[in-house]
């Protein structure tokens, strides 16, 4: 047996990056870049104007006040997309939409709201500076600039950013697929046989979810029987995938055939068996560079050992660097008995009250107990050399909840 860091460290030592692909850039949503992004453009492409208004020389309009105004002849009028072709002179000015390149000679844009059309000219009512209400080219990218670097998440600033850069395609990581094998006699599908002896799988749900929520590919393999014949056939479908998770089969049971399989199958089981709750039977094993995980086959051992080791395993090999669960300190409001030996991974809901984090358990801690799941927002993991924890401890929790502390009211 094994401690949990040990198991991790095992793991992600294996680890190498998957291949890249050219994806669209809405398709990149939410992936790793595997690519530095130059820009092969000025961003804006020309000085332009950030306003509506009269482009002009920013001397000529000293003095101009509501009272006296200063008279300017309009010498062309520039839509936005359109080019200038006059060249701006003393006392002249061109009629300009925001956005539109700047008419040579001008160094300034009064706007609109200053202004009064007389005619084939224009009142100026407020005097400007030299460049007031112009861009500048490039002054968001310049040429040649790296603006987005390898390992860079995209989000859709960055999808924005792609568009402006003129790109449309981009190089990500590429996503795993990752197979899901459930295991057991007594299992059965969603909509299979529903006798009251059969289980339903739904380590083979919860298990694609956590996949895709971690942005691999799920490949439901479904059900393998409790024979080495059935999990040796299932076995081998399953080794198309880069990943191959499987759920129960791994304990010391009669039926517990797993382990077996997977080196009949020519899999090295770098180790079986994690000195922690829930998940102790947990199996890892390589085969060239395939990884097998070998997932406890109870609803919530094989979830938080999903958790703890494949989900950090697909994020590392997916190109992130940031590969493990926002940890939080938070006041315990209950007394917790342990063994001593083994690191606890409990279910629990934190809050924020009093200006701290405060924890408490879901309930029923059995590994069989899916709901204690399902009411988490946390992981509460409490190291392997203590015993019992008082109420009023601070202890760590994992935030595995997305939505944690998002609000229902706007919080400004
Ligand atoms: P085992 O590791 O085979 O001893 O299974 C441990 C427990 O987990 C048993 O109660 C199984 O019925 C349950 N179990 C195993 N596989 C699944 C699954 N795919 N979905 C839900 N429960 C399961
Ligand atoms: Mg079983």
Redesign the pocket.
Known sequence: MITVSKALHTILSTIALVGIEKVTILSALGRVLAEDIYARRNIPPTDNSAMDGYALIAEDTMGANTEHPLFFDIIEDVPAGNIPRKIVGFAEATRIMTGAPIPEGVDAVVPVEDTELDGDRVKIFAEVSIGQNIRSMGEDVKDGELVLTRGTIIRPAETGMLAALGRSFVTVYQKPLVAIL???D??TDIDGDLSPEK??????YSGAAQVMECGGIPLQIG?AK?TKEDLTEKFKAAMRADIIVS?????V?D??FVKDVMKEIGVTIDFHQVAQRPGK?FTFGTAGRKLFFGL????V??MITFEQYVRPAILKMTGHKRIFRKTIKAILKENIQKKKGLRYFLRVRVRYEDERFTVVTTGEQG??ILKSMVQANGIMVLPEDSTSIKKGVEVVVQVIDNSFELTEEPGY
Not at 247 to 251: D, K
């Open positions: 459930a295991t057991g007594e299992l289980i339903i799988s739904s380590n083979s059900i409790d759920s129960a089969g791994v304990s049971g039926y517990d039977p406890p086959g109870n609803p051992s094989s590994s069989g």
